[in-house]
Nanobody, 122 residues
């Protein structure tokens, strides 16, 4: 499975960005993580193919929305009310065998995109 993320950029605090990720195959779970230098990769959101399971990190709940276009094998992350602390490289991830307890763990995802940089200025 190959993942290609796009949509990052520079935005002012309070602004919005929409990230996109295209997959070469349809996978059961697709999600987003983010990472800043010197820190571990942090879970942002994940969504099941069926749409009946969606999980968000507490830090983004109410501001970010994950969605999928299963026909196009894509996942999106709409980011609103952005804060400087949202600045990071955002990675698209996918997996077919996640269990509930592992959805927030980067090590549980088998497939990763190359990352797209989001910079939020204050």
């Amino acid at each position: 499975v190959q993942l290609q993320a796009s949509g990052g950029g520079l935005v002012q605090a309070g602004g919005s960005l929409r990230l996109s990720c295209a997959s070469s195959e349809r996978t059961r779970f697709m999600g987003w993580f983010r990472q800043v230098p010197g820190k571990e990769r942090e879970f942002v959101a994940t969504m099941k193919l069926s749409g009946d399971v969606t999980v968000y990190a507490d830090s983004v709940k109410g501001r970010f929305t994950i969605s999928r276009d299963n026909a196009k094998k894509m996942v999106f992350l709409q980011m609103n009310s952005l804060k400087p602390e949202d600045t990071a490289v955002y990675y698209c991830a996918a997996d077919n065998t996640l269990i509930t307890s592992s959805m927030r763990s980067a090590s549980a995802y088998d497939y990763w995109g190359q990352g797209t940089l989001v910079t939020v200025s204050s």
